[in-house]
């Protein structure tokens, strides 16, 4: 059942062969809730990201990608979440620190930028003056300093007429170009690390495409590290390197863009493949995955996507799968991948 | 016949059945020891309004010239008398009824009339919402106190006058609260829904509007007793509600205020029992809204 | 199995339309016919409350919805896809235009009531939340509509049970559910289910399916499919999505700024855009295909409001192509030659030939 060319291997290895990685997520839990009602967001996460690489983590509304981007920089409500296990981002423990580094992290090391660019303005003050103040803060340069960083950002995130757009207030900007401004806010610092969280999923086709390619290309230009959070595969194949795609969770595949979206291996991810809709498939039925995610109240035992899996048998839904080599770093964590080979 | 496979395949999980939303809202609100307390005490005086010529020890009208001002804890008069010998503790319970009875009907009349203008205002929108609230506006600038005073000042002296420049006196604040809450509720799909069934305003209005307008108005109201037990009060105290001998909490603190450097304590009386029913329909009316504010 | 393999073959059947007995004009009538819809809303005044500067939602746009068919209505925010939904559900009053459904006018004197054009066309919105009141359960809220129409309180609450077995959700596990207690995915399916409890024939789907996530999408996407074929109803697919609209329409519809960009049968279209819009539209998609990444936005900024537009084409400060003729002169939307598929650019046959021809330069063109 199982071919030979697959090994288990432990789950400590790391994905790609990098002595000092910029994250290092080992076994992470975040539990949300009431005494009442327990939310199990994230079931044990190890995920590595080396520096200068761009991770996407694709998944659907409800499978622990936001939570799990959100956990990096622990912007999750404390009083109301549990997080277990380690995080590590640029040598340091996230879960470790203090609120003043805390503060100091945020924005240097690992910025984020969010699907609604409003949030992270002020809407009383002028877009460049909310830039200007966080340079000014975090680097302790003069106001002049922070606005010339300011008209720069501007300038490297493509807004034309810069030096006027620094003086609109954040309603006057339109869709995608706050989402620029939000990027330039993010970048202010310099952050090693950027986490975005569907920063293009409430974007106009066109505009989206836009912001893409930008966030490729500075990317590039400044050599950050990256994760995108999306539930859009095309997205995923644009921006990433690397897919890491997460139900009900946990991962159940990670590798390469090319190999993960050419070959995808766990029945999940080929689900997703298979139900999108095209022109070629006019007047047929999708095969779309049937059924709905599960109640992460009450997950169920083994693999969480057994009841809704096309292969999977007793043991599927009795004991928890875990992640498999492919080769070339292409993992999955299901118990019949002996199937799911093309 | 199912025509989906998709879902015939592996039926659809049903979520665990919940209560309905305003069994869950009283849940909620039992859980809440500080409304409980609140809404305990208020059942009590309720409860001694209902039962006041069983309970009470004397009737609140025999004076007796002999017994008057007596101090708390004299005999026969357990919380004293006052200045024509009456007995305190059974004036007090017979005030109750008075009392209440003047702090919340005007509310409940403002309830219904302010609710139905603020909700046809706000659902008909437009030039008829404007009108509407320009006059409702005037009404407001006024400062409650105020209003009511000129108001039962110019009908007269009386239990009704007073009741009705009351209610005079919350229609414009209740109707503003209900407009808000109905123009917010008027542009949510499901109203778009209803009306694109074909359906004609007055069934919306009935079936998808008032449900959940209705709620938050409720609230607001509740809030507005404690306002109306205190503006009442105020209204008998100087002259303008119910007349003597009425046992009524306000009358009895103003009938009573020469006597405040003799008998200080059962002078205050009526006073306490004003201030605790209008702060437990307070903290009441905060449980509720609590109770209440769920998303959905 | 065998169920599935039968509904295969019914679907790739013709569909069965001709049997409706409301049907008036026959087959070749279309069941929707519009012609220069209009709508306009005043965003800013003067002091006397005259019309200072106004928003072109929907300015002024003609097309037909044929008896049994599905057409796409495609374009960005903005564009007036959405606002033409509810001026056709008369949720907006139309500033001006004509509806004529099956042959006779709405709303005018003699033509189809309100309340009767209600009944045959029907909606579902995008929130798939908003748009169910939140106190009502699932039962009451689909046998609203026939209650509203005469409909006895028992025999909707039967309507109502029995679509909800319709559309994939037990009777007796969901009736009786609050809003609330449901997915994104099933309470869609009782917005289905609610709009089809008026027996419509037209279904408008504004961004049915653009809040779900990807596979639950595919389900209700074959739901759609399957009640068309059961019900032989005709749709009107608003979305954003050129994947999903060209796999569900026979006919697609771009949009640009409140007037009709492009029209045409699916496939042609999509094949030979005839419009640079289209076409951007269609190369702004991501791609899928590993290895083949994206390499230049085919437009520069965000489409912009349709506020006091300037005269001559809309898109052309925006297009690659714009000449002079484009700024001075509006283009009309004008038939190619082939017949069906209509375009409003004054250079539709460059574009159409740029796509056709297999070699690049297309890019170097539009760039």
């Known amino acids: 059942m199982k071919s030979d060319v697959m090994t288990r291997t432990a789950v400590q290895t790391p994905l790609t062969a990098s002595a000092d990685p910029m994250v290092e997520i080992r076994d992470l839990h975040v539990h949300f809730g009431t005494p009442r009602r327990q939310v199990q967001a994230v079931n044990g996460v190890d995920l590595t990201l080396a520096r200068g690489e761009v991770l996407t983590i694709l998944g659907e509304s409800g499978s622990g990608k936001s939570v799990t981007l959100r956990s990096l920089m622990r912007l999750l409500p404390e009083r109301k979440t549990r997080l277990t296990g380690s995080v590590r981002v640029d040598g340091q423990d996230v879960l470790a620190m203090s609120r003043r580094e805390l503060s100091r992290f945020r924005g240097r090391t690992a910025a984020m930028i969010f699907q609604e660019p409003m949030l992270a303005f002020d809407p009383v003050f002028t877009v460049g003056d909310q830039i200007a103040e966080t340079v000014c803060r975090h680097e302790g340069v003069s106001r002049r300093e922070g606005l010339a960083r300011a008209l720069e950002l501007f300038d490297r995130v493509r807004i034309p007429s810069a030096k006027r757009r620094l003086a609109n207030y954040p309603y006057e900007l339109s869709g995608g170009m706050s989402q620029r401004a939000m990027i330039a806010l993010a970048l202010s610092c310099r952050p090693k690390l950027l986490l975005a969280d569907e920063p293009t999923t409430a974007l106009d086709a066109t505009v989206q495409i836009q912001i893409l390619l930008l966030l490729r290309e500075l990317q590039r230009e400044l050599g950050m590290s990256v994760i995108f959070v999306t539930h859009d595969m095309g997205v995923a194949n644009e921006i990433s390197d690397r897919i890491a795609v997460m139900y009900a969770g946990r991962l159940v595949e990670t590798g390469a863009v090319d190999s993960v979206i050419a070959q995808p291996r766990h029945p999940y991810t080929l689900g997703l493949m298979h139900s999108r809709a095209s022109g070629e498939l006019r007047g047929q039925r999708l095969s779309a995955i049937p059924g709905a995610p599960p109640d992460m109240s009450a997950p169920p035992p083994g693999c969480a996507f057994a009841p809704r899996c096309p292969h999977a048998d007793a043991t599927c839904t009795q004991a928890l799968p875990g992640m498999s080599e492919l080769g070339d770093g292409h993992r999955a964590a299901c118990w019949r991948l002996g199937e799911t080979a093309s | 016949m199912s025509l989906t496979l998709d879902t015939a395949v592996s039926p659809m999980a049903a979520p665990p059945a919940e209560p309905g939303y305003w069994r869950s809202v009283f849940a909620r609100l039992r859980r809440d020891p500080v409304a ?213 909490w306000g009358l009895m603190l103003n009938t009573m205020r020469d006597a405040i450097y003799v008998n200080p304590w059962v002078t205050v009386l009526p006073g306490m029992m004003i201030f605790t029913v209008s702060i437990c329909f307070n903290m009441l009316s905060d449980g509720l809204r609590s109770a209440m504010d769920v998303k959905l | 199995m065998s169920h599935q393999a039968r509904k295969e073959d019914s679907r790739n059947a013709a569909p069965l339309v001709t049997s409706d007995p409301r049907d008036r004009g026959g087959r070749a009538q279309p069941l929707l016919r519009v012609k220069g819809l209009r709508k306009h809303f005043v965003i800013k005044r003067d002091l006397l409350g005259r019309p200072l500067s106004r928003v072109h939602a929907v300015d002024g746009i003609d097309f037909e919805v044929r008896k049994g068919e599905t057409l796409g209505i495609v374009g960005e925010s903005g564009c007036g896809k959405s606002t033409t939904a509810r001026l056709l559900m008369h949720l907006l009053q139309p500033d001006g235009g004509e509806v004529i459904f099956d042959g006779d006018p709405v709303g005018t004197r003699g033509g189809l009531s309100l309340r009767e054009m209600r009944r045959q066309m029907q909606m579902v919105f995008q929130n798939s939340y908003a748009s169910l009141n939140p106190r009502m359960t699932i039962e009451e809220s689909i046998a609203f509509g026939p209650q509203v129409h005469g409909v006895g309180r028992r025999e909707s609450r039967q309507r109502a049970r029995r679509l909800l077995d319709q559309v994939g959700l037990l009777p007796e596990r969901f009736a009786q559910r609050y809003p609330h207690e449901l997915s994104g995915g099933q309470r869609q399916r009782v917005n289905i289910a609610r709009a089809l409890a008026l027996e419509p024939r037209l279904l408008i789907l504004d961004e049915a399916v653009s809040a779900l996530d990807k596979s639950v999408e595919a389900q209700v996407l074959n739901l759609l499919g399957d009640l068309k074929q059961e019900y032989g109803l005709t749709y009107l697919f608003i979305s954003h999505d050129l994947n999903v609209v060209r796999y569900i329409s026979d006919r697609v519809m771009v949009m640009y700024l409140g007037k009709v960009a492009e029209v045409g049968d699916s496939e042609a279209l999509y094949r030979a855009p005839a419009h640079p819009y289209t076409r951007a539209l269609m190369s702004a998609m991501p791609s899928l295909e590993p290895g083949r990444r994206t390499q230049t936005a085919p437009l520069a900024g965000d489409p912009p409001n349709p506020i006091d537009l300037p005269p001559g084409c809309r898109f052309c400060p925006r297009c690659p192509l714009a000449v002079d003729l484009c700024r001075g002169t509006e283009p009309e939307l004008a038939a190619l030659p082939g017949g069906g598929h209509l375009s409003a650019c004054h250079r539709a046959d460059e574009v159409q030939a740029a796509v056709s021809n297999p070699q690049p330069s297309v890019e170097e063109s539009v760039r």
């Open chain 2, 36 to 248: 409980m307390v609140a809404g305990l005490i208020l059942l009590a005086i309720v409860l001694m309004a209902i039962f006041a010529p069983w309970l009470a020890p004397q009737s609140p009208y025999s004076t007796s010239m002999l017994h008057r001002l007596q101090p708390i804890g004299s005999p026969g008069f357990p919380l004293g008398s006052d200045e024509l010998g009456r007995d305190v503790l059974s004036r007090l319970i017979h005030g109750a009824r008075l009392s209440l009875l003047i702090g919340v009907m005007p509310v409940i009349n403002a309830f219904v009339i302010g609710s139905a203008i603020g909700i046809v205002a706000g659902f008909v929108g437009g030039r008829t919402n404007t009108v509407i609230m320009r006059v409702i506006d005037v009404f407001y600038a006024f400062p409650a106190v105020l209003l009511a005073i000129a108001l039962a000042g110019a009908l007269g002296a009386g239990l009704v006058n007073s009741l009705f420049s009351l209610t005079v006196v919350f229609i414009p604040p209740i109707a503003r609260v209900a407009e808000s809450v109905t123009t917010q509720v008027r542009s949510v799909d499901y109203i778009e829904a209803a009306r694109a069934s074909g359906a004609r305003s007055l069934t919306i209005i009935r079936r998808h509007v008032l449900g959940n307008v209705l709620g938050p108005i409720f609230v607001y109201a509740t809030s507005l007793i404690s306002v109306s037990m205190i503006l009442a009060s105020g209204l008998s105290f100087l002259g303008l509600g119910a007349r003597p001998p009425m046992p009524e």
